[in-house]
């Protein structure tokens, strides 16, 4: 449904977004993580015909993005960083202007926007001025704008950011059902976002692309650095805790050691290995010899949040082994 | 089309949710109301005086009142269109409402097209002002209305010129400001040039005179209706027209 191959975007003194490729299925529901500044408000730009690429093409729905903007535009529904919004405007009065921009005609208008105000929870302020909205809800006008003719590609950039809670758990709901019969691709800073919402994701960082996978796999492989709860009981303050760190940071193979909270009587840390290498068996050694209990020893997979850290971060190992991966697809 | 229209409607519209539709409005009634106050008191007064001297000289409403009036209006016009266009592209990049338009299946020239065409009605209603002066020396005297339709045409080409360069100038920047104050200058600039070009009569004059668009207007004002002005009004909008949508199309390029 989307493909993209060799996507450069430069501007005049920064190269935005540096020979991405990725594809997305029918269907499908991908997330878009990086952190400020990696390209994704540019590449999604691409994608909907408001930026044309350097270098690199892109092909939306069956369409070429240079070569037949229109029938791109016909197909995608997008919500910008910022709500394209005006203030001027009763919501309303915004979303049939808008439905009839997109090509709904004018016997279809009231239903199709009776039909998103539903969905976006809009009801209470459907005929208030934009101008006088939170930001919550002009988001979710945001989003209703994106939605209103029925796109098979939804681009959506950073949809859920200045909603509370409960309104972000409606959004994800929303674009559950909207899957399947939608594509959709969503920006995003917040992992649980994406662990929440998105099959696959797809992390850049700096412009480059640093990882795509399934939200599975990618926890799953970036445990081949493995992370391990040990905790040791103390008596008495016996032993310190800084006395274990160090002893547990001395092990080979181990990356880093933080100390957890400590709870009645046990000292928790968890203990990260460098990639590739298996250390439990090495730690509770180095924990029995030194004399010490150990109370308890488990591994604790990764979470999405350290799995982008370590991608995105550029003095980790583990970014230059994800990269090439990443390409190789 | 439907398009072209829509976005016109909105634009129209949009004008009149703020203070600065009225305010335009007010402002012209006002100055042309006095315009119009000096002109038939002179007159008044000078055809009394022509009577009380025995001459009986029958009064020429077309050329003593109307036609310095219309004139008038034309300049007044070029310093209230800058107010008219200076927002139409550059307050929707600055509020990013630009994404919403270019990302629309609606082609670049329909989007300029419809935000003129708003612009161009509120600037009808700015003239239509103008009109119940006017209908008042019809109810008064018996002037040849033609030459008052050909004026008012002239009037609504080059304000319809003068838009699309502002409509141009606007997709620039996105400061309304800056567009609105660059509108004025140029407005102002065609506005002294025509000044220069009725001193000079030179080859080179004449050049500028046939492009300056305020020069084309002398001869709406007295009523003459020529194929070459006209032409030379539509064949600019269009350009200019043209212009902004090119332009739209290169900032994409360069941002
Ligand atoms: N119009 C522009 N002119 C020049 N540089 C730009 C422009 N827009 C973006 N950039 C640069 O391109 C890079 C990528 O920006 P982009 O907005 O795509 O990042 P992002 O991933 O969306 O970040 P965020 O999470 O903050 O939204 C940044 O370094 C930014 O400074
Ligand atoms: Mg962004």
Redesign the interface.
């Known amino acids: 449904m989307i493909k993209v191959e060799g996507l450069t975007k430069r501007y005049a003194r920064t190269v935005a977004v540096d020979n991405i490729s990725f594809e997305v299925e029918k269907g499908q529901i991908v997330g878009f993580l990086g952190p400020n500044g990696a390209g994704k408000t540019t590449t999604m730009?691409i994608l909907?015909?408001?930026?044309?690429p350097s270098e690199g093409s892109a092909n939306v729905a069956g369409f070429d993005v240079m070569a037949n903007p229109?029938e791109v535009?016909?197909r995608?529904g997008?919500l910008?960083?910022?709500p394209?919004?005006?203030?001027?405007?009763e919501v309303s009065e915004y979303l049939v202007?808008?439905g009839?921009?997109?090509?709904i005609s004018s016997g279809e208008i009231n239903g199709k926007v009776s039909d998103v105000v539903g969905k976006c929870a809009l009801g209470e302020v459907r005929n208030k001025l934009i101008g006088q909205l939170s930001k919550g809800y002009r988001q979710r006008v945001g989003i209703a704008?994106a939605i209103i003719h029925n796109p098979a590609v939804l681009i959506l950039d950073e949809p859920t950011s200045g909603l509370d809670p409960k309104q972000i758990i409606e959004i994800r709901e929303l674009l559950r059902h909207l899957a399947g019969e939608h594509t959709i691709i969503l920006s995003t800073h917040i992992l649980s976002e994406v662990e929440h919402s998105c099959e696959r994701v797809i992390i850049i960082s700096r412009g480059k692309l640093v990882a795509i996978d399934s939200v599975a796999n990618l926890t799953n492989r970036l445990r081949g650095s493995e992370a391990v709860a040990v905790e040791v009981q103390a008596v008495d303050g016996q032993p310190n805790a800084g006395d274990v760190q160090q002893r547990l940071e001395q092990v080979s193979g181990v990356s880093r050691v933080m100390a957890k909270e400590s709870k009645d009587g046990g000292l928790l840390f968890e203990v990260e290995s460098l990639q590739g290498r298996h250390i439990r068996a090495d730690l509770a050694r180095t924990v029995v010899n030194s004399g010490w209990n150990l109370n308890e020893m488990r591994s604790v997979g990764l979470s999405l949040e350290d799995i982008f850290l370590q991608l995105t971060s550029a003095e980790k190992p583990a970014e230059s082994s994800a990269a090439q991966e990443g390409e190789k697809k | 089309m439907?398009?072209v229209l829509?976005?016109c409607k909105?634009e129209f519209k949009?004008y009149f949710?703020?203070p600065i539709a009225y305010l335009l409005m007010a402002f012209f009634a006002l100055i042309f109301g006095f315009g119009f106050y000096t002109a038939t008191r002179d007159v008044v007064r000078f055809s009394l005086q022509a009577q009380m001297m025995g001459q009986q000289q029958p009064m020429n409403l077309n050329d003593q009142i109307i036609r310095p009036l219309l004139g008038f209006a034309s300049t007044i016009a070029l310093f209230l269109i800058p107010m008219i266009t200076m927002r139409l592209i550059a307050e929707e990049k600055k509020?990013?409402?630009?994404?919403?338009?270019?990302?629309?299946?609606?082609?670049d020239l329909a989007i300029i097209v419809g935000k003129w065409l708003g612009a161009m009605l509120l600037y009808l209603c700015i003239l239509g002002m103008s009109v119940i002066n006017i209908a008042m020396l019809f109810a008064w005297g018996k002037p040849d209305w033609k030459p008052v339709a050909v004026a008012y045409l002239g009037l609504i080409l080059q304000g319809g010129c003068l838009l699309a360069i502002g409509t141009f100038i606007s997709t620039t920047t996105k400061n309304q400001i800056i567009a609105g104050g660059v509108t004025f200058f140029v407005c102002l600039l065609l506005w002294l040039l025509s000044w220069f070009t009725a001193f000079d009569t030179g080859p080179f004059g004449q050049v500028i005179a046939y492009l300056s668009i305020i020069t084309h207007f002398d001869n709406f004002a007295k009523g003459l209706l020529s194929t070459k002005d006209v032409v030379f009004y539509l064949s600019m909008i269009f350009f200019a027209l043209f212009l902004t949508a090119r332009s739209m199309e290169s900032l994409?390029?360069r941002?």
């Open positions: 730009r909907t015909c408001f930026l044309p229109l535009k016909k995608i997008y910008p960083e910022t394209p919004v005006y203030p001027e405007m202007y808008v009839r921009l997109k090509g704008q | 439907t398009s829509l976005i909105k949009s949710t703020g509020t990013g409402t630009i994404e919403l338009l270019l990302t629309s299946p609606v082609n994409r390029w941002s």
